[in-house]
């Protein structure tokens, strides 16, 4: 049976002995059966409305455990009981609190429920994000298709308004696509053939045909989903504790419910009704469902959050490391710069150097070599073949042209090869101005340089300033050289630089760091696995379709490093409501059992077991709320205006 059916039994069966109860001071109403009635009444709710509480209770009781079941069902189970036998005896009796306590514990559940549905409509959100149909070349001709018949390689087309069905690369046709749903980019983003599409994005003005790469659980926002729904099941290690705490609590509190009953019965000479009821106010009013309640609502609203905002928080953990963080640490390339290098010098002849260096760079993955094929083509310069082609790490590119050694790279490859005066000076004037400066050797010989310039994203330089405005240390981590790596950092306002580090040297760097305090390591998720996940923070940023879903505890899906900062933000602010939803979920309890137990029975402040019940379900309710209130607060500056 659900919840809210239980709730509405228990509350239309305790209604009639509600009422008796308001009216009885005033007009000595009765219901008709007297007591009869109410054992008929607090029977039914206690089969029909408690027994989960019950069930629960004694399957972790045979485990050895305890948790807020137990309380709920020993403290109504008592007061039941026991008015059975006092009925039975013709003593005093209290049926109703049983009942009532079971009303008011099943509304605060049913209260909570529906806040937690409204709280986890996030990820309904980005499922229904998804497209429906989609026109799809079949035959020459395009057809409409459901999503679910897409596949990879298909050709689709899309019209101004309608919705990208999967992820895939434009072939034909160019238009502006909000892709703010799945990035959170605001502002939309133009697209051409060779671009990027995502699914369930919207295309606005022009048509464009696109080759499906990517379907099904591949997509981006099938992804995106699945890390959300983890990350809002994920336990925060602060949730070990709670848990610790209710193991220890709930046989701590029946200690003291026998402690209070003994106290009044035998010391204080109550009757023993009396006694009873206030041993059953302290277990009602102690059971720690609001504690259990603090952490996973925080997790799932903040993580709700952030994924709207294109801030993908993987689980709990990640939440309570970001609060230590000391130093934020970035890879330069793609991170910090756009990542979309351009060949802006060549000194010596480029006839000679240019199809060298086409020739090897031609087989090579790293972004530089994509920045040397591009000139080589604009420049109409064609590769000369290469054989026996390597690439080393941090260092560059060798083979062998024509029988002859060749090699492009920085100065770690030279060895022993000497570069003129004049070489030297155009070098050093060259990495002054930010641009990455290789050789191109042939045969033992430097022919010539190559400069490439990869510029700062526009908003590097803002979230910089937005982290040190949190007083955090900002370091550029690179495998460039140092008068390259510092003049980028001058650039954005970055406060220290390591640079000419070697792929496999990173991790070491960031562990060195950790010396002087927690750090959090930004990088493209490419080759910076170790550093990430060295870091005790790692962030990877999301290029393009492909999310370093393994790497990093924190994926920005936007190429947007202001996003460091909002990630930093919300996890510090969704840490800090999980440890302002436990005080308070503790607090209640710790001032309640006592006044619960009669200690200020002498100024007239006592609670009845039914007042103990609504209490609790307020303090669950209180503590859904505030986590609530977290998807509506500010996080950052720039945030403001999402
Ligand atoms: N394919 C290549 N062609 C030319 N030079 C290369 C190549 N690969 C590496 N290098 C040289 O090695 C250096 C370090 O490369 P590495 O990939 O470690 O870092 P990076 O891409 O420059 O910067 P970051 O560490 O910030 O990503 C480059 O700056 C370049 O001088
Ligand atoms: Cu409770």
Not at 302 to 316: D, E, F, S, V, Y
Not at 423 to 438: D, I, R, S
Not at 440 to 457: M, R, S
Not at 568 to 580: D, E, G, H, Y
Request: proline share 3%; hydrophobic share 50%; charged share 15%.
């Amino acid at each position: 049976m659900k919840i809210t059916t239980r709730f509405w039994v228990s509350l239309i069966l305790s209604l009639p002995m509600l009422i008796e109860m308001i009216l009885m001071p005033f007009t000595n109403f009765m219901l008709p059966g007297g007591h009869w009635t109410m054992v008929a009444l607090t029977t039914a709710v206690m089969l029909i409305s408690a027994r989960p509480f019950v069930t629960s209770a004694w399957a972790s009781f045979q485990k050895h455990h305890s948790n807020m079941d137990t309380l709920v069902a020993i403290g109504t189970a008592t007061a039941y009981i026991y008015s059975i036998y006092a009925m039975l005896t013709d003593k005093a009796v209290f049926f109703e609190s049983a009942a009532f306590v079971i009303t008011f514990v099943l509304l605060g559940q049913v209260l909570e429920e529906k806040m937690r549905d409204n709280a986890s409509d996030a990820i309904e959100k980005l499922v229904n994000l998804q497209a429906k149909e989609a026109e799809v070349q079949r035959d020459g001709q395009f057809v409409k298709i459901p999503l679910a018949d897409i596949v990879a390689g298909d050709l689709i087309r899309v019209k101004p308004g309608q919705k990208v069905a999967v992820d895939g690369t434009i072939v034909e046709g160019t238009s502006t696509i909000d892709e703010s749903m799945v990035t959170g980019e605001s502002m939309p983003v133009s697209k051409a053939a060779g671009d990027k599409v995502i699914g369930a994005t919207i295309n606005s003005n022009g048509t464009f045909v696109f080759k499906a790469e990517k379907v099904g659980n591949d997509t981006m926002l099938a992804q995106i989903v699945e890390l959300v729904k983890k990350a809002q099941n994920s336990h925060a290690p602060i949730q070990n504790l709670t848990d610790k705490v209710s193991d220890i609590f709930v046989p701590v509190v029946l200690i003291i419910a026998i402690a209070t009953f003994l106290i009044w019965y035998v010391f204080l000479g109550t009757s023993v009704a009396d006694a009873l009821i206030f041993a059953v106010s302290v277990m009602v009013i102690a059971c720690p469902c609001a504690l259990g309640l603090a952490t996973p609502t925080a997790l799932m609203v903040g993580t709700g959050r952030g994924a709207k905002m294109g801030i993908l928080i993987k689980n709990g953990e990640v939440l309570e490391a970001v609060n230590d963080v000391k130093t934020v640490v970035f890879d330069k390339t793609g991170t910090i710069t756009v990542g979309k290098p351009a060949v802006t010098d060549v000194i010596g002849d480029i006839h000679q150097i240019i199809p060298v260096a086409a020739g090897l760079e031609e087989s090579s993955e790293h972004p530089l070599a994509a920045a040397i094929m591009t000139y080589a083509k604009a420049q109409n310069i064609a590769a000369t073949p290469v054989e026996a082609f390597k690439a080393i790490e941090g260092k560059g590119v060798q083979a062998q042209v024509n029988g002859q050694k060749a090699f492009v790279g920085n100065d770690k490859l030279l060895e022993d090869v000497e570069i003129s005066a004049d070489l030297k000076t155009n070098m050093l004037k060259l990495q002054n101005e930010a641009k990455t400066v290789v050789f191109v050797g042939l045969d033992n010989q430097v022919i010539g340089l190559i400069a490439i310039q990869d510029a700062p994203k526009a908003t590097s330089k803002e979230a910089m300033a937005a982290l040190h405005a949190r007083g955090l240390k900002t370091v550029m981590l690179t495998g460039d050289n140092q008068r390259v790596a510092e003049s980028i950092a001058k650039q954005v306002g970055i406060d220290e630089v390591i640079a000419d580090v070697l792929p496999a040297d990173k991790a070491d760097h960031i562990k060195h760091l950790q010396h002087s305090g927690a750090v959090a390591f930004v990088g493209d998720g490419i080759n910076d696995a170790p550093a990430l996940t060295t870091a005790n923070v790692g962030i990877a940023m999301g290029s393009g379709t492909d999310i370093a879903i393994d790497s990093g505890g924190i994926v920005l899906i936007k190429n947007d490093l202001r996003d460091v900062d909002t990630a930093l933000a919300l996890s510090k602010k969704t840490f800090n409501r999980i440890k302002l939803n436990l005080f308070w979920a503790f607090i209640y309890n710790v001032l309640g059992i006592p006044v619960a137990a009669g200690l200020f029975y002498g100024l007239g402040l006592t609670l009845s077991p039914e007042i103990a019940g609504l209490a609790m379900a307020f303090s669950s309710l209180s503590v859904v709320t505030s986590s609530v209130l977290l998807g509506k607060s500010k996080i950052t500056a720039h945030t403001a205006t999402i």
